[in-house]
């Protein structure tokens, strides 16, 4: 549990502005994400989903769970659509058309959407400077699909399209580092969060929907059945990602650097890993290559933290 | 309560298929895929919100005496709650029949 | 009346969508499209024009921008060819079934392989299917007038759909033709503002996009194909209001001697006035010939095209898109498949010419003519196409 004051989810509001009855799997923490985000924003705010789980489990005709405006075209375009959704109504806003009530633009994807196929409308959303918010909700494959590898799967993961075989130890490459490629562009605001840090998760929101100019949250959210952990799991297992190091908590507010959840003392990846199906294939070397690799980035990053 | 897609002719579909009453996938009823269903232990609960906060069905909900218990409408008995639970004061129960 | 000016036809499309007020213009360059989004970008940053230019990084991402402006209930324009049709494909069919007013004019140039800058119709017919209201300009004034009627069509509440205007690139866009201008004040009467069926507004939130599952999938291409039939009302409303205002009248359905024709030429775009100079020539012949311009594709003007060609025994249809393997130029397979229900169905021949901007002279069309009349006196079984003037 984080060190806040226990009682802090008595001062979020009690509006849910993303409603019950999706159908998202039981103990869905990517769910829970898009729930706390929801709440972080409120109403005044225009809503532009890339397709995929969230998309899928809150949109089916002629039901939705959305209660504040929200739109979804297609699976990579999410960036360029927000973009026209700020576009639209700055210049109507500008010509006296709409009043200005400082209405935050989200676009949200997951991450085959976001670091995939959505990278290139990404980038020209950042690189054009359009003042929206991107939240990539990560649960590490193309899950609705049926649990595919993407770019953000971690090495050593097992998906139907990075299989455990003879040959081959699962997901072959490491995982992208969409933080950094954010902060490539200098934009002025990026961020991690995971919904096992839901006060972390909705100050980083707020803060973002502050800014003027692109911003971006990447979360990383835990999803028991691709993951192979049981539902209720998914808060504990998401904590461990944050307390191995597998994914610190950080914010970069133009180019410094802050860790928001400090680790003194990293526990050892295998206690993140073990407890999970996708990983039950790895040999102690892989193991240890993992550790390797999570360590040298966390210090790299408290590096980068202390400059 | 809005009618499920199979009622529908083409003439009730709003233009471009919009959907224009918010949140209204509210009706389904989340609740019938459980199969067990969290309890609370008053005597140990200290109505910290934990639950609350946590719950991705947004399927708890405070009692008049300031205690929380599942909205059986959606709770999906995925256990979260129970695991969260600060005191360990959630049980999850099999649902009967 | 406004004024009459010799220039650039797309300069005049762009200053065309500068007097219609646009709020977004999202695009990517390519060629022949590139000078009315320069012009319309130069109009922006001299603040001639009071809209967000916005340069997009791809095609695909300028149509789903667009789609997002046109949510929020912005004016919406965008312009591509070719290559950039065909990458923005995914969400060309998208934005007709969310009901997105976006008016987009498709300079016409071929489709790769091999790549080919030049013009014909391979990109728009590869979109037959899109559900977009689609038309056909032939010269710098039809163009010029045309984007007041396409605003106003599109963003017209009972039609809500996205419009296409396909002007024939270089051919027509960069050739310089006098033009005359529109006043602003016969733009205001002829195009009210946007007022959006559905907008994205935190104060009445909607959802766009939801998914189909396949107990309503149906039913949602069953209104959208109605919508697209309905919109034909609002066009001829919108044509006949432009010909009070600017003493210009379009038809969906353009004739040429047709009074007495035997034979007649099917043609759409700018080789129309070439097909009517060999018209006119056939006809000093004194051979029985009119010619038939198909201006709007879609939705398909039935009921004037039967009367167009009644009568008719012979039709030459000039297509000039391919068909792999098929059974016809698209154009030809078209006209086929509506005469086939209809008495005395009149021959047809099926001539592919003008490919990647391949010159079709009066020679040419009269040597069609020529090689049609052999074909019906000989009795010999028509091919279904024939690609007119392929060395062997």
Known sequence: MERFNVYASRLITKKEYFSPGHRACQGCAEALAVRLVAKALGQNVIVSSATGCMEIVSSPLPFTNWRVPWIHVAFENTSAVASGVEGGTKALIRKGKLPDKGTVFLGMGGDGATTDIGLQSLSGAFERGHNFLYVCYDNEAYMNTGIQRSSSTPFGAATTTSPAGKLKPGQVTWKKNMGEIAVAHNIPYVATACSSYPFDLIEKVKKAARIHGPAYIHILSVCPTGWRVPPNKAIWIGRLAVETGVFPLYEVENGKYRITVDVPELKPVLDYLKPQGRFRHLTPELVDQIQERVTREYNQLKAKATL | MAKSELELSWKDLEVGCVVSEPGNASQYRTGDWRSVRPVWDTEKCIQCGVCYIFCPDMAIKKTEDGYFEADLYYCKGCGICAQECITGCITMVEEEE | MGERVGIEVSLAAAEAVKMANVDVVAAYPITPQTHIVEHLSELVADGELDAEFIPVESEHSAMSVCCGSSAVGARTFTCTSSQGLALMNEIVFIAPAMRLPIVMILANRSLSGPLSIWNDHTDVMSVRDCG???????????????????????????????????????????????????????????????????????????????????????????????????????????????????????????????????????SMGSVGETVSLAVDQLRAQGK??????????????????????????????????????????????EIRSFLYLEENMPTITNFLCGLAGRDVTVEDYMAMFEKTEQMVKGKVRQEDYIIYGVRE
């Open chain 3, 132 to 266: 977009w209201i689609q038309f056909f300009t032939e010269n710098g004034q039809e163009a010029f007038d045309h984007v007041m009627f396409s605003f106003r069509v599109a963003e017209d509440p009972a039609v809500s759909l996205p419009i296409m205007m396909n002007m024939d690139g270089f051919v027509l866009t960069h050739v310089i033709e006098p033009i005359e201008f529109w006043d602003q004040e016969t733009v205001k009467q002829y195009l009210p503002d946007f007022e959006p069926v559905n907008r994205l507004h935190p104060d009445n939130p909607v959802t766009m996009g939801a998914f189909g599952l396949l107990g309503i999938f149906t039913e949602a291409k069953m209104a959208q194909d109605q919508a697209l039939l309905n919109s034909k009302a609002v066009i001829l409303e919108a044509w006949k209001d432009m010909g009070d205002l600017v003493g210009r009248y379009y038809k969906p359905v353009e004739t040429y001697h047709v009074e007495g024709a035997e034979t007649v030429f099917l």
């Open chain 3, 288 to 333: 029985p010939v009119g010619q038939v311009k198909l201006r709007l594709w879609r939705p398909f003007p039935f009921e004037e095209f039967r009367e167009a060609v009644r009568g008719v025994k012979q039709m030459i249809v000039i297509d000039r898109a391919i068909t792999y393997g098929g059974v016809g130029g698209p154009v030809a397979s």
